[in-house]
C-alpha cells in the first residue's frame, strides 16, 4: 500500500508553473470568480521568462506608423514557415497591442520614444520595428509587474517550491494532481475543477543552452501521461548567440537585442558573413537562418576560437550600449572579463525554446483531455516550425488570459472536483516513492547527463535519419535505466537534489523521445528541424502537424492535416510575401 498524501489542499483552478503565462493565468481566473492556487517549481518571481530580454512583439505602430496587426500576422506565418495555428497567429497578432498597454497599466516602466509613447526596437524576421522593451531586461519587468498584480490579487494563493509528479484524471476529466515540496518532501493532494499548466520548456535535455535548471519539460510531460496530445515536438529552437567562453558561462543567453541595436556578426576572418545567407535582413533574419549560418562557418573553418562567431557592437558609442543593453554589458563585464564596448563577444547557437508543446484549442488553450488547458511555451500552435524573437512575451499574456478565463469559466460550469482514483493516486505515489528505495540505483545525476549529451549529439542543428535512430535508441535505453534508478540513503526526502532529479528525469526522457520520433518522421527541413538528407522544404509537409500521443504499445506519432487559411488571411501573406525574395520564403 502505497503512501498517502500528508496534505489536501482544494482549489477551483490550479495553475501549475509561475511565468508570465502562469501569472496571467491566475489572474484572470481569479477575476472571473474562481479560487485559485499556483505552484512553482522555485520561487514566485524565478521563472525562466526573465531571460526574454529584448522586448516583447505588438504592432502598436509607434514607430513605425505602418505597422498593422495584419503585417505581425504575416511575420508570424512566415517565421514558422506556415504550419502555425492560424488562428492562434491571428489571435495574438490582433491582441498583442492591448496586452501591452494592459501590462503598463499595471505598473510596467517601458523606454519611451520622444513622444512620451513606448518605444519599439527592431528584431530578426520582424518587417517592423516592434519590440516595446525596458533595456535589455524586459522578462524581469514583465514578472516583476505580474507578480504585483497576483499577490494583491484575491482568492490567489501561492505554494512555492512545490513540484507536481504526476495529473490525476476520472472519466477523461482531471480531477488533481500529485506534488511533493521540495523541502521536506511531504506528499501534497490537490484537488481541482481546471488545470491551467504553464510550465515552459524543456531545454535542459540538451548540454548548452539559455535555459535555467527548471526546464525539464514537466508539463509536455504530465500532459502526455494524462492523455493529452502533444504537436510539432521536432521543432526545437537554437539560440543563435549564446556565451561560449568561459566553459562555465557557455549556453547563457546573448539577447537578440544586440543586433537589434546594430550588432554585426563577423567570422574569425573578420567578414560579414550574413551577408552570404540573408544579404537583405542580415543579422536581423530569422534565428533558424541566423544559427544555420554561424554553424556553417564553424564548420568551415571560419568560426571564433571556442567555436562560435563574434557578435561586435563596438561601433556604437559606450553611453549607447550601457543605456540600451545594461544588462549585457555587466553580464559580459562579470562572467568573462570582456567590455562590450570596446571588444566583441564571442558567441554561438544555444537551445533555447520549444515550438513543440501540447497541442491546444486556438480560442481558450483547452486540450483533448477535458479541465486541461495549456498557455506559454508548454503550448504548441502559435509559433508553427520557428518562433520569431519577442513573440514569446506577448505570447504569454495573450494565451495566459485567454487559456486562465476558460480555466475559470470551466471550473465555474462544474459544480464539484472529479473525484480522486485512489487506485491511480496510489500508483502515482509509488512511481514518485520509487527512487528512494533503491540506495544503490543508477544515479540520475549520470543518467540526466547522458541524455543531455543524447540529445546534444543526435538531434543537433543540422540532423540526419541515422543518428536520429541512434539517438532514439539510447532514449530508449536510458529510459529503462531510470526505471531502476536509486536516490536512498541517509538523506531521504528533506533537500533530497538526487529524488527531485530523478523526478526532472521522469520528465525529459518524455519529451527527448517524442523529439527523436517526431525529427524522424518529418522527412524535410522546415524552420529551426534541419536535415541534410532532406535539406528542402517539402510542399505536402507543409499541410501535417504531427501529433505525439500514448497509446497502449508506448508513444506514437502520427501526422494530422493542419486547418486551411481563410481566403482573406491567405491575401494578407500573399501581399506580404511581394517584399521578399523567393529564397527567403523558402
Avoid at 516583447?56 to 513605425?64: I, K, Q, S
Wanted: aromatic share 6%; with cysteine; net charge neutral.
Amino acid at each position: 500500500m502505497a503512501e498517502a498524501p500528508r496534505e489536501t489542499v482544494e482549489t477551483d483552478v490550479l495553475v501549475i508553473g509561475a511565468g508570465g503565462a502562469g501569472m496571467r493565468g491566475a489572474v484572470a481566473a481569479a477575476l472571473s470568480g474562481a479560487r485559485v492556487t499556483v505552484i512553482c517549481k522555485s520561487l514566485l518571481g524565478k521563472a525562466h521568462t526573465v531571460m526574454a530580454e529584448g522586448g516583447m512583439a505588438a504592432a502598436l505602430g509607434n514607430v513605425a506608423h505602418l505597422d498593422s496587426w495584419e503585417a505581425h500576422f504575416a511575420d508570424t506565418m512566415k517565421g514558422g514557415k506556415l504550419i502555425n495555428n492560424w488562428r492562434m497567429a491571428e489571435i495574438h497578432a490582433k491582441e498583442a497591442p492591448e496586452r501591452v498597454l494592459e501590462l503598463e497599466r499595471w505598473g510596467a516602466v517601458f523606454d519611451r520614444t520622444r513622444d512620451g509613447l513606448i518605444h519599439q526596437r527592431p528584431f530578426g524576421a520582424h518587417t517592423y520595428p516592434r519590440l516595446a522593451h525596458i533595456g535589455d531586461r524586459t522578462g524581469l519587468e514583465l514578472i516583476r509587474s505580474l507578480q504585483d498584480v497576483l499577490v494583491h490579487t484575491p482568492a490567489v494563493d501561492v505554494h512555492m517550491e512545490v513540484t507536481v509528479a504526476s495529473l490525476l484524471t476520472s472519466d477523461g476529466r482531471v480531477a488533481g494532481a500529485l506534488a511533493y515540496a521540495r523541502a521536506d518532501g511531504r506528499l501534497i493532494l490537490y484537488r481541482a475543477r481546471a488545470i491551467l499548466l504553464a510550465t515552459g520548456g524543456a531545454g535542459k535535455i540538451y548540454r548548452i543552452t539559455s535555459n535555467s535548471w527548471e526546464s525539464t519539460g514537466d508539463g509536455t510531460g504530465l500532459a502526455y501521461e494524462a492523455g493529452a496530445q502533444l504537436q510539432d515536438m521536432e521543432f526545437v529552437q537554437f539560440h543563435p548567440t549564446g556565451m561560449v567562453w568561459p566553459p562555465g558561462v557557455r549556453g547563457i543567453l546573448v539577447t537578440e537585442g544586440v543586433r537589434g541595436e546594430g550588432g554585426l556578426l563577423r567570422n574569425k576572418e573578420g567578414d560579414r558573413f550574413m551577408e552570404k545567407y540573408d544579404p537583405e535582413r542580415m543579422e536581423l533574419s530569422a534565428r533558424d537562418v541566423v544559427a544555420r549560418a554561424i554553424n556553417s562557418e564553424v564548420l568551415a573553418g571560419r568560426g571564433s576560437p571556442h567555436g562560435g562567431a563574434f557578435l561586435d557592437i563596438t561601433h556604437r558609442s559606450p553611453d549607447f550600449i550601457k543605456s540600451k543593453l545594461p544588462s549585457m554589458y555587466e553580464q559580459f563585464l562579470k562572467l568573462a572579463k570582456v567590455d562590450i564596448t570596446k571588444e566583441p563577444m564571442e558567441v554561438a547557437p544555444t537551445i533555447h525554446y520549444y515550438m513543440g508543446g501540447v497541442r491546444v484549442d486556438a480560442e481558450t488553450g483547452a486540450t483533448n483531455v477535458s479541465g486541461l488547458f495549456a498557455a506559454g511555451e508548454v503550448a504548441s500552435g502559435l509559433h508553427g516550425a520557428n518562433r520569431l524573437g519577442g513573440n514569446s512575451l506577448s505570447d504569454l499574456l495573450v494565451f495566459g488570459k485567454r487559456a486562465g478565463e476558460a480555466a475559470g469559466a470551466f471550473a465555474g460550469a462544474h459544480g464539484g472536483s472529479a473525484p480522486i482514483d485512489s487506485r491511480q493516486l496510489e500508483q502515482a505515489t509509488e512511481r514518485l516513492l520509487a527512487p528512494l528505495r533503491r540506495p544503490h540505483g543508477d544515479s540520475p545525476y549520470r543518467l540526466m547527463s547522458e541524455l543531455q549529451e543524447v540529445c546534444t549529439k543526435y538531434a543537433p542543428i543540422i540532423r540526419e535519419e541515422k543518428g536520429l535512430r541512434e539517438g532514439l535508441e539510447k532514449v530508449l535505453e536510458l529510459g529503462g535505466r531510470a526505471q531502476l534508478c536509486g536516490t536512498g540513503g541517509p538523506n531521504g526526502r528533506a533537500f533530497n537534489p538526487g529524488w527531485h532529479t530523478a523526478q526532472d528525469l521522469h520528465g525529459m526522457l518524455i519529451n527527448a523521445e517524442a523529439l527523436f520520433r517526431s525529427a524522424i518522421e518529418r522527412k524535410e527541413s522546415r524552420g529551426a528541424h534541419a536535415r541534410s538528407d532532406y535539406p528542402r522544404l517539402d510542399a505536402r509537409w507543409a499541410e501535417l502537424n504531427l501529433i505525439t500521443e500514448k497509446t497502449p504499445d508506448g508513444m506514437a506519432v502520427r501526422a494530422v492535416e493542419n486547418k486551411p487559411l481563410p481566403y482573406e488571411l491567405t491575401e494578407v501573406i500573399s501581399q506580404s510575401f511581394k517584399r521578399y525574395t523567393p529564397e527567403e520564403i523558402s
